[in-house]
Every structure is written in C-alpha cells, then in structure tokens.
C-alpha cells in the first residue's frame, strides 16, 4: 500500500490527520473520535497511535475514547500533562519510529509548554503553533517570548518546501490581518483568494508550504523575539477595520 496523508474537519475549524504507511496508521489530534474513525475506515485502516500535537483539550479530548476503541497507543508531550497524560513521551525525542512510519519531532514550546511540530514525509503538522497566515495565541497556558524563539529558531531552521498542516482552518480570519500590515502582499492576497476558491467550491483549502508562509506570515517575518512578542500582541487586540472585499 502506498503511504496515505488525510485530513479532516470537525467542530468548526479544527483539522485532525491521518498517516498511513503500509499497515501501520497514527491518528494526529483526534479531537472527535467519530469523525477520526470514519476517516480511519474510509482508509480501511486501524490506528495503533494517537500522537498529539499539544495538550489544548480541543485537540486531546477524544482520546481516552479511541484508545479504549482502537487499543492505540497516546503519545504527547509531558510538559503539557495537565491538559492529558500521554502513554508515552515524546519530550527529549527528535525521531519516532512507529511501525512503518517514521516521523520527526520539532519541540516548539510557546503556545503551550508542550507543543512540537511534527514533520512525515514533506509535510509539517504545525498543531497550534503556526496556521495559515498566523501562529497561535498564548491566552492558554501560553508564553509568547517562547514562542517567538520558536518561531525564529525551530520553525526558522526547517525546509521551505514543507507543506503546513495546522490543527485548525483560521486562514480567512488571519490573512485580512496579514494584509492590513502590508496591502501591497501580493502572496498574502493570493493565499486568501486561493482559501476563499475552495470553500466557494465546497473544498477544504489546499495547504501552504513554509515558503509560502515566509511570503504571506508576518510572524514568519519578524526577525526579533520583541517584535514578534509585540505582533503577538497587536494580533490579539486586532479586529477588521472594514470587511476585506472578496
Ligand atoms: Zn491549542
């Protein structure tokens, strides 16, 4: 068989995957246990992990569920235990070696302790820590000066072919953002004609790459933790001044 990536809509805007190599298949932030097993069946697999991204209960809470369901395997990030107790931890790991499936993990803690991005295959799983024309916000247990050194120097260091997989759809919330800070974007402007396409169109949006969030991101484009602690901030106090025309 050969490998399969999958992704999947549930609550309003949270995205779960699916990975399979082979027979061996691994569940990423199954928040809605009954969306993640339809996605698993459509595949005709069973998902012996369940690795998560951070510990935010939006993205862990359908697990104790699966893994009573499925006999699988939860791995995360002990730093984030109070949010979820993993079966198994990830902090300290670089790689993970799942049956057939062979992921790297990126420690990038800020929007919570415990975050990684998890890269398989040229794509990045980013969680909560970057999204589509953003990052994520710090309001849960967050730091936004760690984030920001994770935003420089991990998500920084890594190939700008990498698709980005966030764990939720904020890409028409954040790209108006994007484009107040600079309207002449023509990569912002393009991404968000490409999002507001396929849901026009009844489809999930294509994903980025990092190359392209370098484009588009401003918090790919600070270059200091003071200045993406500062854009952090204006992002949180940010509402649309005028509805950016579609
Ligand atoms: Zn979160």
């Not at 082979?22 to 690795?51: F, K």
């Not at 994007?178 to 990569?187: F, I, K, M, N, Q």
């Not at 200091?224 to 509805?243: F, G, K, N, Q």
């Amino acid at each position: 068989m050969t490998p399969a990536f999958a992704r999947a809509r549930y609550r309003a805007d949270n995205y779960l995957y699916l990975l399979v190599e082979g027979d061996d298949a691994a569940l990423i932030d199954p928040g809605d246990p009954a969306v993640a097993l339809a996605l698993a069946a459509a595949h005709r697999v069973t998902p012996r992990w369940i690795i998560h991204t951070h510990g935010h209960a939006d993205h862990t809470g359908g697990s104790a569920e699966l893994r009573g369901r499925l006999g699988a395997v939860v791995i995360g990030h002990g730093a984030d235990a109070s949010w979820f107790k993993p079966d198994e931890e990830l902090a300290g790991r670089s790689e993970l070696a799942l049956g057939g499936l062979g992921l790297r993990v990126h420690h990038a803690p800020g929007h919570t302790p415990g975050s990684v991005l998890l890269e398989w295959r040229g794509r990045l799983l980013t969680g909560d820590t970057l999204f589509w024309g953003g990052c994520g916000n710090c309001r849960h247990g967050g730091d936004p000066s760690r984030l920001a050194t994770s935003l420089l120097e991990v998500v920084g260091r890594l190939d700008g072919a990498l698709e980005v997989h966030p764990g939720h759809d904020y890409a028409e919330a954040n790209l108006p953002f994007c484009l107040e800070l600079d309207p002449t974007s023509a990569a912002a402007q393009g991404r968000l004609e490409a999002v507001r396409a396929a849901r026009r169109s009844g489809e999930e949006p294509p994903p980025s790459t990092l190359a392209l969030e370098r484009s588009a991101n401003p918090f790919l484009q600070a270059r200091s933790v003071e200045a993406l602690v500062a854009l952090r901030a204006r992002r949180d106090e940010w509402t649309p001044r005028s509805p950016v025309p579609e």
